[in-house]
């Protein structure tokens, strides 16, 4: 395996390279892209239990929660969802759709560019992976999403 080139880069960084400003950890195919764009976090105080594998070639990517509601259940413990409020497919939907068609030979793996929070405004670009992966893990009472990307 060749070492992976991995550049320490800014918010501002980021967000000029891929053209758009990046808010949501998911970004599934935004502008029409012939790619999706994964922000991750592997900090021990991270939200979601993202993690990185096997010398940077893996990265097990948590999906994400439901958005909160006023008076609603707290999201943390609550099924993390495929479809919003209003029967849409949330990021979840298409990332564990890609995944599944893949599994089945529908279609090539989703090519994914990832990028890792370091710091506040300062993140990690960890160029592409492959979606290859996708499962649901019970964890705390609640259903979670997890996706496995491959070094491409």
């Not at 950890?25 to 592997?42: C, E, F, P, Q, W």
């Not at 990517?61 to 919003?84: C, F, M, W």
């Amino acid at each position: 395996m060749t070492q992976r080139r991995e550049q320490v880069i800014s918010y501002f960084e980021m967000c000029r390279r891929e053209g758009i400003s990046l808010q949501a950890g998911m970004n599934y195919r935004v502008r029409k892209r012939d790619y999706s764009i994964l922000l991750m976090n592997a900090s021990k105080k991270a939200p979601y239990q993202d993690r990185i594998e096997d010398k940077s070639a893996v990265i097990i990517y948590e999906g994400h929660n439901a958005k909160n509601s006023p008076g609603g259940p707290h999201v943390d413990r609550i099924d993390q969802p495929l479809l919003t409020d209003r029967g849409a497919p949330t990021q979840n939907a298409y990332f564990y759709l890609a995944a599944w068609e893949y599994k089945k030979g529908l279609r090539e793996a989703e090519r994914v560019k990832i990028y890792e929070k370091l710091a506040r405004g300062l993140w990690i670009d960890r160029g592409f992976y492959r979606l290859v992966d996708a499962w649901v893990e019970q964890r705390d009472g609640r259903r979670v999403f997890k996706f496995k990307l491959l070094a491409d």
